[in-house]
Every structure is written in C-alpha cells, then in structure tokens.
C-alpha cells in the first residue's frame, strides 16, 4: 500500500473539513505507518533468508570466511558451471570437439531469457556454447548441451547430481542445466566452492575460458556478467547467477602474490552490492593469509624425495605383497582425486583369477601401478606421462585400467604388468623422483591352463 502525502495535506488544509472528516486520514496515517513498518521488518529478514557466503584459501584449504555456509540456497546460473564441467569432460574423453554442431530443440528454443534466442531447427558449435555460457549465460544453450549428452535435460540432472556427488558436493541437487527455477535444485556456499575448485584442478587447459570478458554472437556482442574481471584485481572467473528466489549469487576466484582465493557469494540485493560485499571479504581474506605459507604448502615432492632417496637405490631381498618404493603422496586437504587415492591400499589388491588362469608356484613376477583416477581419459593420459617419466623401462609395456569403486565413486585404475623386480622398482624410483606416486607389487606368476 502506498501513503502520497499530497492526497492528504490538501485534506488537512482545507478549513471546509470539521475535525470528523479528519478521524479517516488519521487512520490512513496510521495505515501506511504500519505497512512501511512491516516492510521494513521483513525485506531484511527476507534477504537473510537467502544470504550465505564462503571465502577459501585453493591450496590448503583453509576457511577464512563463512556465513551460512552450509546452508541450503538456490544456485540460479551457478548451475552452469556443472553444465560445463559435465561439457568439458565430453571434450577430454574425445566425444565432441569444438567444432561439433549440437542441434536446437523445440524445448531449448522455448527456455525463457537470458538466451541467444536460438530458433528450433538450428545447431550451435560446442566452442560457441562454451562461451555463450560462460558470458551471456544463455538458458536455451544449457538445454541445447544437456540434451546432446544426456538426451534429455531431466536426464542430465540426474548426471549432474551424480558428478556433484563425486566432487564431495554432498548438500547439492541438481534438476536442470541452467539453474532456472525449480523447488528442488539446492547448493550451498561451500559445494559451489567445492565446485570451482574442481573444475580449475580438472579442466586446467579451459578454465582461462572463465576469463573471457565478451563474446560475438551473429554480429552481437555480449559482455560477461562477472564484472570483477575488470574491477578486481586478480580475478580470473567464474560465473554470475540470478533467480528472485536466490537474488544475486557470484562465484569468483583471484590470485595475488601465489595466493589463490575461491569466493562464493548467494543473496546479493543487486549485483553490484553484491560485487562489493564479495570485494569486501576477499579484501579480508587475503589480510588474513601469509604467502610464505602458501609457498610451503607448495614444495615440488620432487626436492623432498632427492634428499630422502639415494640417487642409486640397492635392490632388496624380494617380499611378497605390496612394496612400497617410497611412501605414497602426501594427503593434502582439497586435492585432487587422482592424487590423493593414488597408492591407498584400498586399491592395491590384486585382480581376481580369471577361470582360465591358475596361480602356480615359483618366480615372481611384478607389476606397477601409478594411481586410481576418475576420469577415464586422465587415466590413459597418466600411462602416458609414466612411460615418458621412467626413461624407457615402462615402453614396451602396455597398461591395464581397470574400473575400481571405492564407496560409490567409481575410478580407473592403472598397473604395467609383466615386469621383473628390477623393473619394477626401477620405474617407480624414477616416477617418485619425479614427483608421481607409485606402487610396485610382486605377484605370482600366472599360467593359462
């Protein structure tokens, strides 16, 4: 309800009225107080409700900022960033590029703005949504990618969840790809930082693309959302995102000095109050961190093994089992997936006999495995780098994944098998110099009968 104060001064003034005619602008007075009272309670309370925000030190971990940070809150275009992560997995494995053209349904073409507005009928390239996400945040483009990886949108979600899963998100359910509204797609402050640091650690050859500040779509240029680009110092992504219902959500990520901060923002009242209360905390946080912290948090594993290791390293008495050449990786809080699992005992059991194989007594023969990872293409990609890494030992030999669970996430597993002793050790010498974990096993020879 609205009081205009030039609607009842007139009223007032007029010497015509007697004192009852005065009695109904009073309560009109004592109306509109109430109403601006009443607003007044709950717009704070209102934002509140939607307020949550987390600031995170990437290399160890550290929290220095939290408010509601678990809570549950709707993640709008936030969603997008999952969109692309799911979109740049497809990319490494080799089951789209670039150039691939993904075509536009009736229910894309339908999606509600921001868009490109894309007519049913029509295709985009894959490097064209990428940026289209990232800078205009285009609904029917989120559409145009679920359905060309999952067939449906709804479908999609589904996968979304599963990934979010995976990465630890546990507080977060996904229902569509572009994060407009719906009941039940939740995040929190500290999933979506979760998030941001996963897709840097796992897509590092496209995550610059989070910096890209416009992008040309039919001869119309869209500018990124994410104005702490231009405006903050350091900053080299990530997304925007609005719904009424979650008001104005940002994640953003800054290096200064070696110092890498992740930033999540939900429940701006704008976009630029929100932007400035993001300046605030990162301003902050980066008070609150010393770079020669972070400095020694990232000493190369490589310098701690050339004092701990010999440079020729005798060869043992063989043991049957598990023999570790070095202790495995050092757990760092955060890290990635593949690293951190690489060498746990969980995955150092050996294969289960196949029916035509039976285990017969005498020599030993070896095997080294260099780490358990979640993505099929990350694991080929380490086979490779370890036969580049051990100086011709590991060649020859070709590498077998296999897909290991621990818990509910499934991983790929890497072990070069056939192998003498000396080879073995041999090779996980020269990859744990190098900084890459390592395990060699001693097995039983196997024949086929």
Same mark, same amino acid.
């Given at each position: 309800? *609205?009081? /205009? ?30 109403? !601006? ?22 290399? =160890? ?7 509601? &940070? ?16 799911? *979109? ?25 703005? /921001? ?21 205009? $945040? ?27 899963? &995976? ?12 994060? #407009? ?5 939740? @995040?929190? %402050? ?18 610059? #693309? ?22 903050? $110092? ?18 953003? =990520? ?26 605030? !905390? ?11 912290? !972070? ?30 050449? &070095? ?18 005992? %969980? ?19 070896? @095997? ?8 099929? &293409? ?26 290991? =669970?621990?818990?509910? !996430? ?22 744990? %110099? ?13 024949? $086929?009968?």
């Amino acid at each position: 309800m *609205l009081c /205009s104060v030039t609607t009842v001064l007139p009223m007032l003034v007029n010497r015509r009225h007697r004192f009852r005619s005065l009695v109904p602008v009073f309560r009109l007075f004592a109306i509109c107080l109430s109403c !601006i009272a009443l607003l007044g309670a709950t717009a704070p309370q209102a934002l509140a409700a939607k307020y949550a925000a987390i600031v995170i030190e990437e290399t =160890t971990g550290q929290v220095l900022f939290a408010r509601n &940070a678990d809570k549950a809150r709707y993640p709008a275009s936030l969603t997008k960033i999952m969109t692309l992560y799911l *979109l740049f997995e497809e990319l490494e494995s080799g089951r789209v590029s670039m150039s691939t053209r993904m075509p536009v349904s009736r229910v894309a073409a339908s999606r509600s703005p /921001s868009k490109l507005y894309l007519r049913k009928g029509q295709s985009i390239s894959v490097k064209d949504a990428i940026f289209a996400l990232i800078t205009k $945040s285009a609904n029917d483009v989120a559409t145009v990618v679920s359905e060309q990886l999952s067939g449906t949108e709804r479908e999609f979600g589904k996968r979304m969840t599963r990934k979010a899963r &995976a990465l630890g998100m546990t507080r977060t359910t996904f229902r569509n790809a572009s994060g #407009l509204p719906n009941r039940q797609q939740r @995040s929190t %402050a500290r999933d979506m930082a979760r998030l941001a640091i996963a897709i840097r650690r796992d897509f590092p050859q496209y995550f610059d #693309l989070f910096s890209t500040t416009s992008f040309r779509w039919k001869g119309q240029r869209f500018n990124n959302h994410n104005k702490l680009l231009t405006k903050y $110092s350091g900053t080299d992504g990530i997304k925007t995102g609005y719904i009424n219902a979650s008001g104005f959500n940002l994640v953003a =990520t800054v290096e200064r000095a070696g110092v890498r901060l992740i930033g999540v923002v939900f429940g701006g009242r704008t976009g630029r109050t929100r932007d400035a209360h993001m300046v605030e !905390i990162l301003d902050k946080s980066f008070k609150r961190v010393n770079p020669a912290d !972070i400095r020694t948090q990232l000493t190369p594993v490589r310098a701690r093994a050339a004092t701990a290791l010999p440079k020729t390293l005798p060869v043992p008495p063989p043991v049957p089992g598990a023999l570790p050449v &070095a202790p495995p990786p050092r757990r760092v809080k955060h890290a990635s997936i593949d690293v951190a699992l690489a060498g746990e005992s %969980a995955y150092l059991e050996g294969l289960p006999p196949s029916p035509d194989v039976t285990l017969t007594a005498g020599p030993m023969q070896w @095997s080294v495995q260099i780490g358990s990872f979640a993505k099929r &293409a990350n694991a080929h990609k380490a086979a490779a780098q370890a036969r580049r890494a051990t100086d011709g030992v590991l060649a020859a030999t070709p590498a077998r994944l296999t897909m290991v =669970t621990r818990g509910s !996430i499934p991983l790929w597993r890497v072990r070069f098998h056939n192998l003498d002793e000396t080879q073995a050790r041999s090779a996980c010498a020269a990859l744990f %110099a190098k900084g890459r974990p390592c395990m060699a096993i001693a097995e039983e020879k196997r024949q $086929s009968g």
